[in-house]
Structures are given as C-alpha cells and as structure tokens.
C-alpha cells in the first residue's frame, strides 16, 4: 500500500457488469481479465448497508497516491527483476546491509510525502461509522504506518508490516487479522494496487479488489473487483 468528495451522497450508483472479452473495453482496463465487475458512480450515492465485515488494504498506492519509486530503487541497489524482498537475501551480507539502506531512504523520503488519494480518508470514516473492521497488510515499516495514522487521524483494527512475515502475496498475511476478528474470508474485501494484493487475498479465500493508479501499468490479474477511485471502490463496500 490522493481527497473528499464522499461527504454528498445525493446519487445512485451506476454498476455495470460486462464481459470484457466481447466488448469494448476502457482504455485504462485493456489488461483486465473477461468477466471483470466494475462499478462506476457518477455522484456518490446515499451511504447503503455494508456488504462486508472487514476490509484490509495496502497502503501506498491504495490509501494513498504512490509515493515510492521502485524502479529508482531497483536501479539503486542493482537488482532489475524479481521481488526485493526474496532478491536481497541472497546478495553478500554487505550487500545486504547498503541495500536495506537504500530502502530505507526511499520510504523515509516517501513518509514525508505521503499524499491520501481522493475520498480514501471520508471512506475510512464511512467504514467505520458503518462497523466494518478496518486493517492494513503492507510491505511498508511500522513507522511509514504509524505516520499516516497521526499525521491523517485514522485508526485500524489490525496492522501486519514488513516487520511481521510471512509478507504478501502469502495468505498468512491477511488470515493473520480474520483470525484475530473471527470474520470468514468470503466477508472479507481485500484491495490493493498490485498482483501480491491479489494474490494474497485470492489464496486467503477473500473477495479482491484492483486499484489501478492513473499512468500504472495493470497487474491486477484474478481480482474479483476493479475500480479507479476511491468513489468505485465505496460502492462495492456499501450496496
């Protein structure tokens, strides 16, 4: 794991529901998958019951607007494919130490410029004014979670990050908090902007959300849901 615009809910919801593979698709969802479900409001409409009991997000990129360049920090440390977080183990201790660092220095800078993404903190307030439990799963630092919770009053009802493996895409990650909650995956809304989102959530047995960021390539493969706004992703937490 950009503002407010869900405090007027004055509209109904528009939700479509189509078979990419025989239609013509949006140009920002060529990648998705046939048979992909995505909701659309043209206004927000009037808050309904919510149709989950937990939702976990990601962090940047979900909740917030990307922050962290990982192709700077790819190049940085030397490593062009595969996930940092398997990739590094296996460089020389000293390696491992500078690019830790370089990681480090990339989040510190990223804190500082945490950025909500528009309506992410009004449908916070809506998921917990509604009763749904509220976690976060990220590869991100206790301390990059910790600062966006003081810096934007919010609060969760479970927190897993870098600091707790197994990390994403591994179920663990997400069972970890519906165990502690007592809440069944099936309740259980997972989203989040890339495929380790997805996949964690798909293997935890939960419904999955893609948050495709503008000007991101798509890697959202297998989610139950799309959605480009945080006014899509309100209309799939609230019927």
Known sequence: MPASYLSNFSQIKVCLIFPLATRARPASLLAIAPARRYCRREQMASTGKAVYKAVVFDLDGTLTVPTLDFNAMRAEIGIAAGDLTTEIPKLSPDAQKLAWAVIQRHEEEAIARQTPQPGALEL??????????????????????????????????????????????????VLRLLTKWNVKPPSTLVVGDYRHDIEAGRRAGTRTCFYQNKGVPFSGDGADFVVNSMRELHSLIFS
């Not at 600062?147 to 009053?153: L, P, T």
């Open 124 to 173: 916070l307030n809506e998921c917990r004014l509604a009763g749904i439990l509220m976690g976060i799963v990220t590869r991100n630092t206790r301390r990059s979670i910790n600062h966006f919770m003081a810096r934007f009053k919010v609060d969760f009802d479970g927190i897993i990050t870098r600091e707790e493996p197994p990390l994403k895409p591994h179920p663990d990650s």
